[in-house]
């Protein structure tokens, strides 16, 4: 069998690296990798990490770049690649752009495609945009859905999909953070060793969502200022490499003492990070993810979130980007020592860690059938 693994973005590369593990240890499968480079440091930043060196780089990354470009260029780009390979079937992750192109130029060439990370919904179509629309059109396409939890197997059960096509695996970005994770780890920057994680309230801030950008992004950020002008806390916030994320990060934080505005960390020190915090603001999706199985917890600043496991289980608020709702939630999470123990509970309800193995058992049975 012939598998063929297309990624483009940061997320996509850290949730798909345990799946390219596994295929390269099986006999009878031939694993050929393929990337977009719709991200270009951020992805480079993780396939070193992991040691994966794609047989195929299309290249497209543009900065600025708009939806279209990224949809047009992929799929011209990834076209010639999937006459060249001719694989039994495509592998792709999530819902970014890069997913849904390669999963359209796939079906026009009638490739069988697996989607992993499938079924997951917010209901709104504009948020996260275009992820909501990414996700849903590529579930049209695909053959094999291999859903992280049984709330996505109802959503695409609900979407009239067949059940004998659905798969609940657990997602790969526990398997990923479990090869991650040091209690032991040192930094290798000197500005995050000096912070004094015993003794002080750090917050780890990431946000980057299209649909953020803009007022929302606005409120989020001046309502972490002020918090962090009236607490005794520290905020560490790597910012995205979108340049108008970076724009209001620094109109908000440049030259404040108490948040430190750092680069994209890499997937280790990131996860690392993560794990020594005190707790978590975000509107990223695999973050969500990784918080609740470290024990800590998520502030997310979003409207919809299509990962509600993790609120269910009380480790995530699903906040919105109004101003006062965020400035009055850090307060509280800062000072409700209750509620804090409350969210700190480490659960996992997105996987055990074995979804890449159970994922590549699956197409291996299904492909002897
Ligand atoms: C993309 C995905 C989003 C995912 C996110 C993960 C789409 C439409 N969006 O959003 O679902 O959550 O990745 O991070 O697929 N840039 C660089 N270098 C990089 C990466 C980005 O300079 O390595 C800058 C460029 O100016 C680029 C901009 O960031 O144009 C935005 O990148 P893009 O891939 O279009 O969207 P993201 O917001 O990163
Ligand atoms: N991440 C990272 N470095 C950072 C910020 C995030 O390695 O500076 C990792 C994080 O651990 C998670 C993934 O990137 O696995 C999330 O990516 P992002 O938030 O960009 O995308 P999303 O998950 O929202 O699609």
Not at 94 to 109: C, E, I, P, R
Not at 232 to 255: C, M, Q, S, T, W
Request: a negative charge; aromatic letters at 8%.
């Amino acid at each position: 069998m012939k598998v063929l693994t297309v990624f483009g973005t940061r997320p996509e590369a850290i949730k798909m690296a345990p799946i390219v593990k596994e295929l390269e240890k099986r006999e009878n499968i031939k694993s050929v990798v393929a990337v977009t480079g719709q991200h270009r440091e951020m992805l480079d930043q993780v396939l070193k990490i992991f040691d994966i060196v794609p047989d195929y780089d299309i290249n497209i990354f543009k900065s600025g770049q708009t939806l279209t470009e990224i949809t047009t260029n992929s799929m011209l780009g990834l076209e010639k690649i999937f006459d060249e390979v001719k694989p039994d079937v495509l592998l792709i992750q999530g819902d970014t752009t890069t997913v849904f192109s390669a999963g359209l130029a796939a079906f026009y060439k009638k490739i069988k495609i697996g989607h992993v990370e499938a079924g997951l919904r917010s209901g709104n179509i504009y948020s996260p945009y275009p992820e909501e629309a990414n996700r849903k059109l590529t579930s049209v396409l695909t053959n094999y859905h291999f859903a992280p939890t049984k709330n996505n197997r109802e959503n695409l059960l609900k979407e009239g999909y067949n059940e004998e096509n659905i798969y609940i695996t657990g997602n790969t970005v526990i398997d990923a953070l479990k090869y991650a994770i040091d209690d032991n780890y040192v930094f290798e920057d000197e500005l995050l060793n000096k912070i004094d994680f015993e003794n002080k309230k750090i917050i780890l801030l990431t946000s980057h969502r299209r649909e953020n950008i803009g007022q929302p992004m606005e409120n989020i950020f001046k309502a972490v200022l002020d918090v962090v002008r009236e607490e005794d806390v520290e905020v560490i916030f790597p910012i995205h490499l979108n340049p108008k994320v970076r724009e209001i990060a620094y109109k908000y934080f440049k030259g404040e003492e108490k948040v430190h505005l750092i680069e994209p960390l890499d997937y280790l020190p990131f996860s690392n990070l993560m794990n020594k915090v005190y707790l978590v603001m975000t509107d990223s999706g695999g973050v969500q993810e990784e918080a609740p199985s470290l024990g800590k917890p998520v502030l997310v600043l979003r409207e919809e979130t299509e990962r509600m496991e993790g609120v269910e289980a009380n480790t995530a608020k699903l906040l919105g980007t109004d101003y006062k709702v965020i400035y009055d939630n850090l307060k509280e999470l800062l000072h409700n020592e209750e509620e804090y123990n409350k969210m700190a509970q480490a659960v996992n309800p997105y996987g055990d860690g074995r979804a890449a193995k159970k994922i590549i058992d699956i197409l291996e049975e299904e492909f002897k059938k």
